[in-house]
């Protein structure tokens, strides 16, 4: 398995999170640029706020709160 910096920003498409510039990335078998590891997923509370419709944060704050 060959482990490089990558050059280009990407989306790493085993956890759909960016790839950026310089990160550890390697190859798949069918040559698409993926993390060297995957970084976690970031935690979200899952619910979306039914005046905004954007999800609402992990304080239950959303955009019809500003």
Same mark, same amino acid.
């Given at each position: 398995m060959?482990v490089f910096?990558?050059?280009?920003k990407?989306?790493?498409?085993?956890?759909?999170?960016?790839?950026n510039?310089?990160d550890e990335?390697?190859?798949?078998?069918?040559r698409?640029?993926?993390?060297?590891?995957?970084?976690?997923?970031?935690?979200t %509370? /899952?619910?979306?706020?039914? /005046?905004?419709?954007?999800?609402k944060a992990?304080?239950? %704050?959303?955009g019809c709160?500003d």
């Amino acid at each position: 398995m060959t482990v490089f910096a990558a050059r280009f920003k990407t989306q790493c498409p085993l956890c759909e999170q960016d790839i950026n510039v310089d990160d550890e990335a390697t190859w798949t078998a069918e040559r698409d640029v993926i993390h060297f590891v995957c970084p976690p997923k970031p935690k979200t %509370s /899952g619910v979306l706020c039914l /005046g905004c419709y954007q999800e609402k944060a992990l304080n239950g %704050s959303c955009g019809c709160d500003d």
